[in-house]
């Protein structure tokens, strides 16, 4: 079966680092994605690793290990705003934005 | 604002309704992709369309029903549900050009089911 694992929920305060792990096992894998979603809100997409290493989009950074079928996201001097659920996705098929989804870490930021 | 628009945001409907829900996109995306999210669970694709075809059906139960009339809507035609169903049913879209495809969806804020 196909499986994304990640932590339930992770607790942090204002200006520190965060990083949320995934591990996968999928049947195909072609590229990493993160999602942000808050609550009543869509999933919004933050960032996509295809090869191995460090990809960085200013607060956030997305790193990938094909070896070790592992990724996390980075969240660096964190804000009230930045509470939410993220979700990590593996795209499966080459052709298309066909994405197998983890079941989500919630993110609660305080003072 | 994400470019697609779902309707209605809120559904409640009893097990013998016929209801549907609707998916506008306006981004000029070819890919257009039913999800169900349940509380405590993954998002779970249940349609994908690609230039209208309908290329995957995640074992979904023949109780719903999609449609896909052009490449900017997408609707879910819901019908003899059962409470399990209730959840919040997200569309997305994609622009999809083989090399240059990013992992990257844009989802509607969804629309909330409940089924009584």
């Known amino acids: 079966g196909q499986s994304l694992e990640q932590p339930s929920e992770v607790t942090a305060v204002e200006g520190a680092i965060v990083q949320i792990n995934c591990t996968y096992q999928?049947?195909?894998?072609?590229?990493l994605s993160w999602y942000q979603q808050h609550d009543g809100g869509a999933p919004t997409f933050l960032s996509y690793n295809a090869l191995d290493g460090l990809e960085e989009t200013g607060r956030f950074s997305s790193f990938l290990s094909r070896s070790d079928s592992y990724g996390y996201l980075l969240l660096q001097e964190l804000q009230m705003k930045d509470s939410a659920s993220y979700f990590c996705a593996v795209r499966d098929h080459k052709g298309f934005q066909k994405l197998v989804f983890g079941t989500g870490t919630r993110l609660l930021v305080s003072p | 604002e994400t470019g697609v628009t779902q309707t209605p945001r809120h559904l409640v409907m009893g097990m013998t309704n016929k209801k549907s829900l609707k998916c506008e996109q306006h981004l000029g995306h070819n890919a257009m992709y039913w999800y169900k999210q349940s509380a405590k669970k993954p998002l779970e694709l249940m349609f994908v369309y690609n230039f209208k075809e309908q290329t995957e059906n995640n074992s979904v139960p023949s109780r719903f029903s999609p449609e896909c009339p052009n490449s900017s809507h997408l609707f879910l035609h819901l019908h003899t549900l059962q409470p399990e169903d209730s959840a919040l049913y997200l569309c997305?879209?994609?622009?999809?050009?083989?090399?240059?495809?990013?992992?990257?969806?844009?989802f509607g804020e969804g629309s909330r089911l409940t089924v009584l």
């Open positions: 997305a879209s994609s622009q999809d050009a083989g090399a240059t495809v990013t992992g990257e969806l844009f």
């Open positions: 999928t049947s195909g894998f072609y590229g």
